[in-house]
T-cell receptor, first 115, second 112 residues
Framework: DAGVIQSPRHEVTEMGQEVTLRCKPI?????LFWYRQTMMRGLELLIY????????DSGMPEDRFSAKMPNASFSTLKIQPSEPRDSAVYFC?????????????FGPGTRLLVL | GESVGLHLPTLSVQEGDNSIINCAYS??????FIWYKQESGKGPQFIID?????DKRQGQRVTVLLNKTVKHLSLQIAATQPGDSAVYFC???????????FGKGTRLSVIA
């Protein structure tokens, strides 16, 4: 099992540019979560999907952030336009409904730096 | 709503000693708790979980204790090793398909 796969692992961009983060969940998992981690705020849940459908996006900071899950094996988190305060590590996690969606398995994260 | 927090942001332990990391939660409806370990540059890794119908659960060198009366749980690591150095997060949730709420994390430093 390859685990949750995220790309890119590192992204450096300039303010105003569009950033797209990608995630491939563990095969067979039907929950997918996007988190943002910073020193100041810790681990924050941005949005999560169940069976490719967004369930709760209340953690998405503002309209500049959007997430999609076109199929069970792929999700994207897009920031447009990006701002320096978006600099953080973004994690994707997945889980299986058999476990009530509780035990989440995390990817390695994408470290984003917006200049 | 759910709120999960940690008592101590940092913990330094001598190699070979036991470590205890504490966590408090606010939602008495919480019925499932997980401890994660996050090493530098990596995502959080599942360590051990416990349901509210238990007060103790043991794994390999780790034990989680749950005290529902005071809404507190702890992670005990026996014979702490340098490889245990990481940030440890507790997370809590309750029945149904609701997401976990994560605490801020405690950094464990093992002194050789």
């Amino acid at each position: 099992d390859a685990g949750v796969i995220q790309s890119p692992r590192h992204e450096v961009t300039e303010m105003g540019q569009e950033v797209t983060l990608r995630c491939k969940p563990i095969s067979g998992h039907d929950y997918l979560f996007w988190y943002r981690q910073t020193m100041m705020r810790g681990l924050e849940l941005l949005i999560y999907f169940n069976n490719n459908v967004p369930i709760d996006d209340s953690g998405m900071p503002e309209d500049r952030f959007s997430a999609k899950m076109p199929n069970a094996s792929f999700s994207t988190l897009k920031i447009q336009p990006s701002e320096p305060r978006d600099s953080a590590v973004y994690f994707c996690a997945s889980s299986h409904q058999r476990e009530g969606g509780k035990t989440q398995y995390f990817g390695p994260g994408t470290r984003l730096l917006v200049l | 709503g759910e709120s999960v927090g940690l008592h101590l942001p940092t913990l330094s332990v001598q190699e070979g000693d036991n470590s205890i990391i504490n966590c408090a939660y606010s939602n008495s409806a919480s019925d499932y708790f997980i401890w994660y370990k996050q090493e530098s540059g990596k995502g959080p890794q599942f360590i051990i979980d416990i349901r509210s119908n238990m007060d103790k659960r043991q794994g390999q060198r780790v034990t989680v204790l749950l005290n529902k009366t005071v809404k507190h749980l702890s992670l005990q690591i026996a014979a702490t090793q340098p490889g245990d150095s990481a940030v440890y997060f507790c997370a809590g949730g309750y029945s149904g398909n609701t997401p976990l709420v994560f605490g801020k994390g405690t950094r464990l430093s093992v002194i050789a």
